[in-house]
Protein backbone atom coordinates (compact mmCIF):
# COMPACT_ATOMS: atom_id res chain seq x y z
CA UNK A 1 0.00 0.00 0.00
CA UNK A 2 1.74 3.30 -1.24
CA UNK A 3 1.62 5.84 1.18
CA UNK A 4 1.67 9.51 0.78
CA UNK A 5 4.08 10.98 -2.13
CA UNK A 6 5.22 14.03 -3.17
CA UNK A 7 6.86 15.66 -6.10
CA UNK A 8 9.46 17.01 -6.58
CA UNK A 9 11.99 16.40 -4.00
CA UNK A 10 13.72 19.05 -4.01
CA UNK A 11 13.26 22.01 -5.61
CA UNK A 12 15.24 25.65 -6.99
CA UNK A 13 13.62 28.77 -7.59
CA UNK A 14 14.35 32.45 -7.77
CA UNK A 15 12.40 35.72 -6.45
CA UNK A 16 9.12 36.40 -8.64
CA UNK A 17 8.79 32.86 -10.09
CA UNK A 18 5.67 30.71 -9.62
CA UNK A 19 6.11 26.87 -8.26
CA UNK A 20 3.59 24.26 -8.50
CA UNK A 21 4.30 21.00 -6.10
CA UNK A 22 2.32 17.64 -6.09
CA UNK A 23 1.03 14.90 -3.66
CA UNK A 24 -0.66 11.71 -4.18
CA UNK A 25 -2.87 10.67 -1.02
CA UNK A 26 -2.37 7.51 0.89
CA UNK A 27 -5.15 4.82 -0.85
CA UNK A 28 -8.59 5.28 0.21
CA UNK A 29 -8.15 8.70 1.39
CA UNK A 30 -10.00 11.39 0.32
CA UNK A 31 -8.61 14.80 2.03
CA UNK A 32 -5.37 16.54 1.30
CA UNK A 33 -3.64 19.23 3.57
CA UNK A 34 -0.46 21.12 3.13
CA UNK A 35 1.37 22.76 5.43
CA UNK A 36 4.79 24.83 5.28
CA UNK A 37 7.47 23.94 7.64
CA UNK A 38 10.38 26.80 8.04
CA UNK A 39 14.26 25.26 9.22
CA UNK A 40 13.80 24.52 13.28
CA UNK A 41 10.50 25.47 13.19
CA UNK A 42 6.91 23.21 13.27
CA UNK A 43 4.83 22.52 10.41
CA UNK A 44 2.16 25.51 9.83
CA UNK A 45 -1.22 24.40 8.18
CA UNK A 46 -1.83 25.83 4.91
CA UNK A 47 -5.02 24.59 3.57
CA UNK A 48 -7.06 21.72 2.90
CA UNK A 49 -8.85 20.19 0.39
CA UNK A 50 -11.92 17.93 0.05
CA UNK A 51 -13.98 17.01 -2.80
CA UNK A 52 -11.91 19.28 -4.59
CA UNK A 53 -12.82 22.14 -2.68
CA UNK A 54 -10.64 24.54 -0.39
CA UNK A 55 -12.61 23.47 2.82
CA UNK A 56 -10.35 25.37 5.92
CA UNK A 57 -7.39 27.62 5.08
CA UNK A 58 -4.45 28.79 7.60
CA UNK A 59 -3.04 32.32 8.10
CA UNK A 60 -1.09 32.16 4.21
CA UNK A 61 -2.14 35.27 1.76
CA UNK A 62 -3.17 34.58 -1.23
CA UNK A 63 -0.12 33.92 -3.37
CA UNK A 64 -0.34 30.10 -1.72
CA UNK A 65 -3.43 28.27 -3.61
CA UNK A 66 -4.67 24.91 -4.43
CA UNK A 67 -5.84 22.22 -6.29
CA UNK A 68 -7.52 18.88 -5.64
CA UNK A 69 -8.56 16.30 -8.83
CA UNK A 70 -11.06 13.93 -8.91
CA UNK A 71 -8.67 10.95 -8.09
CA UNK A 72 -8.14 13.08 -4.68
CA UNK A 73 -4.06 14.14 -5.98
CA UNK A 74 -3.73 17.58 -5.03
CA UNK A 75 -1.26 20.46 -5.84
CA UNK A 76 -0.08 23.34 -4.40
CA UNK A 77 1.20 26.41 -6.30
CA UNK A 78 2.73 29.55 -4.61
CA UNK A 79 3.19 32.79 -6.92
CA UNK A 80 5.40 35.72 -6.67
CA UNK A 81 7.74 33.51 -4.66
CA UNK A 82 10.08 35.44 -1.77
CA UNK A 83 13.06 34.17 0.32
CA UNK A 84 10.92 33.74 3.04
CA UNK A 85 9.07 30.82 1.17
CA UNK A 86 11.96 28.75 1.00
CA UNK A 87 10.69 25.46 3.53
CA UNK A 88 9.80 22.34 3.46
CA UNK A 89 6.33 21.64 1.98
CA UNK A 90 4.38 18.76 3.47
CA UNK A 91 0.98 17.32 2.11
CA UNK A 92 -0.95 14.83 4.47
CA UNK A 93 -3.70 12.95 4.13
CA UNK A 94 -6.58 11.63 5.84
CA UNK A 95 -10.23 9.55 5.79
CA UNK A 96 -12.91 12.50 6.38
CA UNK A 97 -16.10 11.61 8.39
CA UNK A 98 -14.44 9.32 10.33
CA UNK A 99 -12.82 10.06 14.11
CA UNK A 100 -9.51 9.21 12.99
CA UNK A 101 -9.77 12.13 9.93
CA UNK A 102 -7.56 14.14 12.36
CA UNK A 103 -5.01 10.83 11.99
CA UNK A 104 -3.19 12.19 8.65
CA UNK A 105 -0.30 10.79 6.95
CA UNK A 106 2.55 12.55 5.61
CA UNK A 107 4.49 12.37 2.82
CA UNK A 108 8.20 12.75 2.91
CA UNK A 109 8.13 16.73 1.78
CA UNK A 110 9.16 18.92 -1.04
CA UNK A 111 12.22 21.15 0.12
CA UNK A 112 11.73 24.45 -1.68
CA UNK A 113 14.73 26.69 -1.78
CA UNK A 114 14.24 30.45 -3.31
CA UNK A 115 17.27 32.56 -4.13
CA UNK B 1 -7.04 29.82 19.59
CA UNK B 2 -5.37 26.57 19.63
CA UNK B 3 -2.46 26.66 20.34
CA UNK B 4 0.97 24.03 21.40
CA UNK B 5 3.86 24.37 23.52
CA UNK B 6 7.40 22.52 23.57
CA UNK B 7 9.15 24.23 26.27
CA UNK B 8 12.12 22.12 24.98
CA UNK B 9 14.22 22.72 22.12
CA UNK B 10 16.87 20.38 22.88
CA UNK B 11 17.35 17.03 25.01
CA UNK B 12 19.95 14.87 25.50
CA UNK B 13 19.81 11.40 27.29
CA UNK B 14 22.43 8.64 27.23
CA UNK B 15 20.85 5.24 25.38
CA UNK B 16 18.82 2.87 28.03
CA UNK B 17 17.72 6.38 30.08
CA UNK B 18 14.19 6.88 30.50
CA UNK B 19 12.69 9.68 28.38
CA UNK B 20 10.17 12.55 28.93
CA UNK B 21 9.35 15.18 26.23
CA UNK B 22 7.11 18.08 27.53
CA UNK B 23 3.62 18.82 25.58
CA UNK B 24 1.39 21.79 26.79
CA UNK B 25 -1.85 23.01 24.83
CA UNK B 26 -4.56 25.54 24.68
CA UNK B 27 -7.64 24.23 23.05
CA UNK B 28 -11.63 25.67 23.34
CA UNK B 29 -12.72 21.94 23.71
CA UNK B 30 -11.60 18.27 24.63
CA UNK B 31 -8.84 18.06 21.98
CA UNK B 32 -7.45 15.38 19.55
CA UNK B 33 -3.91 15.21 20.37
CA UNK B 34 -1.05 13.59 18.59
CA UNK B 35 3.21 13.02 18.89
CA UNK B 36 4.80 12.84 15.53
CA UNK B 37 8.42 12.18 15.11
CA UNK B 38 10.87 13.50 12.22
CA UNK B 39 14.15 12.26 11.26
CA UNK B 40 16.32 14.28 9.13
CA UNK B 41 14.59 14.98 5.75
CA UNK B 42 11.58 13.13 6.35
CA UNK B 43 8.20 14.07 6.95
CA UNK B 44 6.43 13.34 9.83
CA UNK B 45 5.25 9.62 11.25
CA UNK B 46 2.90 9.22 13.62
CA UNK B 47 3.62 8.18 17.01
CA UNK B 48 0.61 7.67 19.10
CA UNK B 49 -2.50 9.87 19.20
CA UNK B 50 -5.56 10.33 22.37
CA UNK B 51 -9.04 10.64 20.76
CA UNK B 52 -11.00 9.93 24.18
CA UNK B 53 -11.41 7.20 26.88
CA UNK B 54 -7.84 6.05 28.51
CA UNK B 55 -5.55 8.74 29.41
CA UNK B 56 -2.80 6.49 28.92
CA UNK B 57 -2.47 5.89 25.13
CA UNK B 58 0.50 3.41 23.65
CA UNK B 59 2.37 3.86 20.77
CA UNK B 60 4.91 2.32 18.22
CA UNK B 61 8.47 2.15 18.96
CA UNK B 62 7.87 1.78 22.78
CA UNK B 63 6.61 4.99 23.53
CA UNK B 64 3.48 6.18 25.42
CA UNK B 65 1.54 9.67 26.56
CA UNK B 66 -0.19 10.38 29.30
CA UNK B 67 -3.35 12.91 28.32
CA UNK B 68 -3.52 15.14 31.63
CA UNK B 69 -6.57 17.51 31.35
CA UNK B 70 -5.96 19.70 34.57
CA UNK B 71 -2.56 20.40 33.62
CA UNK B 72 -3.27 20.50 29.99
CA UNK B 73 -0.79 18.60 28.99
CA UNK B 74 0.23 15.67 26.97
CA UNK B 75 4.04 14.05 27.82
CA UNK B 76 5.34 11.53 25.84
CA UNK B 77 7.52 8.86 27.64
CA UNK B 78 9.42 5.86 26.78
CA UNK B 79 11.37 3.88 29.52
CA UNK B 80 14.77 3.12 28.08
CA UNK B 81 15.52 5.29 25.06
CA UNK B 82 18.15 3.62 21.85
CA UNK B 83 19.84 5.34 19.55
CA UNK B 84 17.72 5.04 17.18
CA UNK B 85 15.25 7.47 18.46
CA UNK B 86 17.62 10.66 17.95
CA UNK B 87 14.96 12.44 15.58
CA UNK B 88 12.83 15.58 16.54
CA UNK B 89 9.13 15.52 18.38
CA UNK B 90 6.21 17.49 17.26
CA UNK B 91 3.07 17.46 19.57
CA UNK B 92 0.42 18.58 17.99
CA UNK B 93 -3.36 19.36 18.44
CA UNK B 94 -6.52 19.49 16.38
CA UNK B 95 -10.03 18.00 16.12
CA UNK B 96 -12.67 16.93 13.76
CA UNK B 97 -10.54 16.88 10.74
CA UNK B 98 -9.70 20.12 10.74
CA UNK B 99 -5.61 21.81 10.56
CA UNK B 100 -3.60 20.13 13.18
CA UNK B 101 -1.49 22.73 15.02
CA UNK B 102 2.08 22.05 15.75
CA UNK B 103 4.48 22.93 18.33
CA UNK B 104 7.99 24.01 17.96
CA UNK B 105 9.83 20.41 18.21
CA UNK B 106 11.79 18.97 20.38
CA UNK B 107 15.63 17.71 19.19
CA UNK B 108 16.45 14.67 20.86
CA UNK B 109 19.81 13.27 20.72
CA UNK B 110 21.06 10.07 22.78
CA UNK B 111 24.31 9.52 23.90
CA UNK B 112 25.79 6.34 23.29
Known amino acids: DAGVTQSPTHLIKTRGQQVTLRCSPK?????VSWYQQALGQGPQFIFQYYEEEERQRGNFPDRFSGHQFPNYSSELNVNALLLGDSALYLC??????????????FGPGTRLTVL | AQSVTQPDIHITVSEGASLELRCNYS??????LFWYVQSPGQGLQLLLKYFSGDTLVQGIKGFEAEFKRSQSSFNLRKPSVHWSDAAEYFCAVGRGGNKLTFGTGTQLKVEL
Open chain 2, 27 to 32: YGATPY
Open chain 1, 92 to 105: ASSLNGRRGANEQF
Open chain 1, 27 to 31: SGHDT
